[in-house]
């Protein structure tokens, strides 16, 4: 009968996906660490919580802001970002400086482009998974595609269902007997998405769950820090949403538009 084929790539189709999320979210779990490695006799330095909050991208954007404050970079709301101070202060900085390149101005998305992928962010990023803070990258990503599969299954099951019913139902068989049959692996499917959403967060995310509380610690301890301290903060916690000058925000915000050939 067609709608049994039908069923049975709807179970090939939710049990493949869901196979491989579980495993997926098994060998995560194995590689993740679930205690700090290092003893840390301090904690998150604001490029840490950069990275911990939104990776490296959030990081060139911490280290643009904190150098357009202290008026060593001019960002301009039209996107451009130009060198005033060329003496870097640390490898952020340098490598923000070198992305620029030696005119001294260049557009801002390549730039950030640039300092996301440059040495030190590299560095930064080791240096946290070693100390059990940051997810390694095989992990997020393996996982974060298993659930995006099974999404797509839980999309895929549904149609084939539909397809199912569309011709008149064989003799003997109720067309809400098909549609239960279906609820099988559709029931399979979100379930499994429901599990995902709260076993795979943890995973996905660049903070493992040692490195979530230190990012805790930090939004709370911030409120007895400095003024500039806090604000910085809060930018590499929640990103250029956090920052208050509008002009500032308007040149991270832009995006370039591709030229028209």
Do not use: K
């Not at 069923?7 to 996906?17: E, N």
């Not at 996301?116 to 996982?143: E, I």
């Not at 903060?233 to 832009?254: F, K, N, T």
Request: proline letters at 6%; glycine letters at 10%; a positive charge.
């Amino acid at each position: 009968m067609f709608w049994v084929l039908l069923l049975l790539l709807a179970w090939a189709t939710a049990g493949t996906a869901c196979t491989r999320l579980s495993l997926a979210a098994v060998r995560a779990a194995g590689s993740a660490p679930h205690t700090v490695t290092v003893r840390r006799e301090r904690g998150l330095t604001l490029y840490e919580a950069a990275f911990l909050s939104g990776g490296p991208a959030r990081v060139a954007e911490l280290t643009l802001v904190a150098m357009a404050r202290q008026r060593r970079l001019l960002l301009a709301h039209t996107g451009w970002a130009t060198v005033v101070d060329p003496r870097g202060r640390d490898d952020m900085e340098r490598s923000v400086i070198g992305a620029i390149g030696p005119d001294g101005q260049s557009r801002i998305a390549p730039v950030r482009s640039a300092a996301a992928g440059a040495d030190a962010v590299r560095s930064l990023a080791d240096g946290l998974v070693r100390a059990g803070l940051a997810v390694p990258d095989g992990a997020r990503t393996t996982v974060a595609a298993g659930v995006r599969r099974v999404r797509a299954a839980a999309v895929a099951v549904p149609a084939l269902g539909t397809v199912a019913l569309l011709p008149p139902a064989p003799a003997g068989t109720s067309r809400h007997l098909i549609a239960l049959w279906f609820a099988l692996p559709l029931t399979v499917t979100l379930s499994c998405l429901a599990l995902a959403r709260v076993e795979a967060p943890p995973y996905s995310r660049w903070a493992s769950p040692a490195g979530q509380r230190m990012l805790g610690a930090l939004a709370r301890q911030s409120g007895g820090a400095g003024d500039e301290h806090t604000y910085l903060a809060s930018v590499a916690v929640h990103g250029i949403r956090a920052i208050g000058e509008p002009e500032l925000r308007a040149a991270l915000a832009h995006r370039d538009r591709p030229r028209r050939e």
